[in-house]
């Protein structure tokens, strides 16, 4: 099982900075690569998929970016309501599979 | 607009079986995967599995003698039993459409499994 390593576990930032999050796979992975963002008491959001694609509704803030085993979430500056959970999910045809990293918390600071 | 409406107990007995049901409003079931994820503060979210319209599944090694995901396309709803529950599966469950990545997700539905 392709095990995801998300770092750090918590970034504090203050509106307007730049935000990097890590995600880093056991072993090296298709483009199939998404990010989500969670608020407390929310369903995950899709922010990004096979990598580098924003989901509809996204601003261009979030860019994404990686290959193999390395990837990263940029959010270029933080708006008040960017202070959430992030989470990398990647997809395994053998076995057929949705794993999540453990997830970055963005946090005011 | 596609929307995701979940139900089911939210409190369960150790042995007995989880039941949750999640209906699709806006759009068919048929030609999307659809998925059950579980989150909790300890594991974070796992995936659970995946069905399509035609029955076709494909599970979570670890949970795949304990779960069943079934689809009513008359009723463009999915379904989720895991049964011979432990408090080790109290956890926010989620229903959601997706392959590759989940794109739509449902409210969740916290399921506490205590005696």
């Known amino acids: 099982e392709i095990v995801l390593t998300q770092s750090p576990a918590t970034l504090s930032l203050s509106p307007g900075e730049r935000a990097t999050l890590s995600c880093r796979a056991s072993?090296?992975?298709?483009?199939?690569l998404a990010w989500y963002q969670q608020k407390p008491g929310q369903a995950p959001r899709l922010l990004i998929f096979?990598?580098?694609n924003r989901a509809s509704g996204i601003p261009p803030r979030f860019s994404a970016s990686g290959s193999g085993t390395d990837f990263t979430l940029t959010i270029s500056s933080l708006e008040p309501e960017d202070f959430a959970v992030y989470y990398c999910?990647?997809?395994?045809?053998?076995?057929?599979?949705?794993?999540f990293g453990g997830g970055t918390k963005v946090e005011i600071k | 607009q596609v929307q995701l409406q979940q139900w089911g107990a939210g409190l369960l007995k150790p042995s007995e079986t989880l039941s949750l049901t999640c209906a699709v409003y806006?759009?068919?079931?048929?030609?999307?995967?659809w998925s059950w994820i579980r989150q909790t503060p300890g594991r974070g979210l796992e995936w659970i599995g995946e069905?399509?319209?035609?029955?076709?599944?494909n599970y979570r090694p670890s949970l795949k003698s304990r779960v069943t995901i079934s689809v009513d396309t008359s009723k463009n709803q999915f379904s989720l039993s895991l049964n011979s529950v432990t408090a080790a599966d109290t956890a926010v469950y989620y229903c959601?459409?997706?392959?590759?990545?989940?794109?739509?997700w449902g409210q969740g539905t916290l399921v506490t499994v205590s005696s």
């Open positions: 959601a459409r997706g392959r590759d990545e989940l794109y739509y």
């Open positions: 806006g759009e068919s079931l048929t030609g999307f995967y």
């Open positions: 069905v399509i319209h035609t029955g076709d599944a």
């Open positions: 072993q090296s992975i298709r483009n199939s």
């Open positions: 096979d990598v580098s």
């Open positions: 999910q990647q997809r395994s045809n053998w076995p057929r599979a949705l794993t």
